[in-house]
Nanobody, 119 residues
Framework: QVQLVESGGGLVQPGGSLKLSCTASGIIFRIYAMAWYRQAPGKERELVATITAGADTMYADSVKGRFTISRDNAKNTVYLQMSSLKAEDTAVYSC?????????????WGQGTQVTVSS
């Protein structure tokens, strides 16, 4: 059974920092590209950051220079370090695992963790 479990969300003041974690089980973590998405109330889900199996990273323009995605294959965990947080970063953050092998695609989602940026 595949599980992605996010943690680390919460309430933080503008300008503050949070570190999200997503721990996977039931998959060969090291072969999966991992990503963080977020969805704010009334808005479409947005891709925040990705990290490939080879640790190449990509960021949405809105978070570039403020967020850092990383992974620890020994712990089956992907992280999202968020700094200089703004009110507009408020959303439910979810992690995603995706892999394609021999024309077969595996895609899994976590349940999400709430991040609220407010004074």
């Amino acid at each position: 059974q595949v599980q992605l479990v996010e943690s680390g969300g919460g309430l933080v003041q503008p300008g503050g920092s949070l570190k999200l974690s997503c721990t996977a089980s039931g998959i060969i973590f090291r072969i999966y590209a991992m990503a963080w998405y977020r969805q704010a109330p009334g808005k479409e889900r947005e891709l925040v950051a990705t990290i490939t199996a080879g640790a190449d990273t990509m960021y949405a323009d809105s978070v570039k220079g403020r967020f850092t995605i990383s992974r620890d294959n020994a712990k089956n965990t992907v992280y999202l370090q968020m700094s200089s947080l703004k009110a507009e970063d408020t959303a439910v953050y979810s992690c995603n695992a995706n892999a394609t092998l021999v024309l077969h695609n595996w895609n899994y989602w976590g349940q999400g963790t709430q991040v609220t940026v407010s004074s």
